[in-house]
């Protein structure tokens, strides 16, 4: 400094550098989490066959609406309509046995009466009143055995006209048909799937949280359900939170009901579930 003051000159100014100040900080909105989800009937049912025969559809296809005691398909037994009019046959024949044998044992109950009021009055020998008492036991006994064999045959008539209506397979509610397992005209074995139907009057969503999300969500919380496709946006409730995750994804699996305002086609659409509106 004193050699410049000496030279005569100046020293240059030291620039001055502009200071940054922080901006100021925004309030953002708070992030909505969304989790993968898909909304499913909150009920099905699987009609089997409960007997080997050929599957007779009713002419609905998949996605059409089934109304409850609609007959959706017939599994049809080559035999079982020969075998049912078969066992009518035996039905008729048992019956017509069983009264005629009913009517041969009131004759040898009333002639062994009659052979007892005789003995009693020396009438008849004691061994001629003996034989017809027999002979009343032996008529009662085959009456009885007659009248045991129409049980029988009806039995038997009933398991197969109940294996002829258990071929009928009528939807046990409103829904909408889901799957065919078999073709029409195909064979099936007893136990073998048919048909599934799914309910349409109630429909749930489905949807897995995160091992660390798990205590956001709450049962009758409030969700909101976004179609993957564009389809808008529902309403929904937490229904159920399981109590622990699954060991396969360390997912925990929620299920809440939509609000669907009558829209039947929802089910099987795949949706992203936010939790804070």
Same mark, same amino acid.
């Given at each position: 400094m004193i050699l410049w003051l000496l030279l005569g000159c100046r020293?240059?100014?030291?620039?001055?550098?502009?200071?940054?100040?922080?901006?100021?900080?925004?309030?953002?909105?708070?992030?909505?989490?969304?989790?993968?989800?898909?909304?499913?009937?909150?009920?099905?049912? +699987?009609?089997?066959?409960?007997?080997?025969?050929? +599957?007779?559809?009713?002419?609905?296809?998949?996605?059409?609406?089934?109304?409850?005691?609609? /007959?959706?398909?017939?599994?049809? @037994?080559?035999? /079982?309509?020969?075998?049912?009019?078969?066992?009518?046959?035996?039905?008729?024949?048992?019956?017509?046995?069983?009264?005629?044998?009913?009517?041969?044992?009131?004759?040898?109950?009333?002639?062994?009466?009659?052979?007892?009021?005789?003995?009693?009055?020396?009438?008849?020998?004691q061994t001629e009143a003996l034989q017809l008492r027999l002979q009343r036991d032996r008529d009662a006994l085959g009456a009885r055995q007659k009248n045991a064999a129409v049980d029988v045959r009806k039995a038997k008539l009933d398991k197969w006209f109940a294996d002829h209506q258990a071929g009928r397979? +009528?939807?046990?509610?409103?829904?909408? /048909? @889901?799957?065919?397992? +078999?073709?029409?005209g195909e064979r099936v074995e007893a136990g073998e799937p048919v048909l599934r139907l799914a309910a349409t009057d109630e429909l749930k969503v489905?949807?897995?949280?995160?091992?660390?999300?798990?205590?956001?969500?709450?049962?009758?919380e409030k969700v909101e359900v976004v179609l993957d496709d564009g389809g808008g946006a529902l309403d929904a409730t937490v229904d159920h939170v399981a109590p622990e995750l699954d060991p396969s994804s360390q997912m925990t699996f929620v299920v809440a009901s939509v609000v669907t305002q009558g829209d039947e086609t929802l089910a099987g659409r795949a949706c992203h579930v936010f939790v804070g509106h």
């Open positions: 020293p240059e100014p030291t620039p001055v550098l502009p200071v940054a100040l922080p901006a100021p900080a925004v309030a953002l909105p708070p992030r909505r989490i969304g989790y993968v989800g898909v909304i499913v009937p909150h009920r099905t049912v +699987v009609l089997s066959a409960h007997g080997i025969g050929v +599957v007779e559809r009713s002419g609905f296809e998949v996605g059409e609406p089934v109304m409850s005691g609609t /007959l959706v398909a017939t599994v049809r @037994s080559p035999t /079982l309509p020969a075998v049912i009019e078969a066992a009518k046959a035996e039905v008729e024949v048992a019956i017509i046995e069983a009264a005629a044998a009913t009517q041969t044992a009131d004759a040898s109950h009333r002639r062994a009466e009659e052979a007892e009021s005789l003995l009693r009055r020396g009438a008849i020998a397979l +009528v939807a046990p509610f409103d829904g909408r /048909l @889901s799957r065919w397992f +078999v073709a029409n489905r949807f897995a949280v995160p091992a660390a999300h798990t205590g956001r969500i709450g049962v009758s």
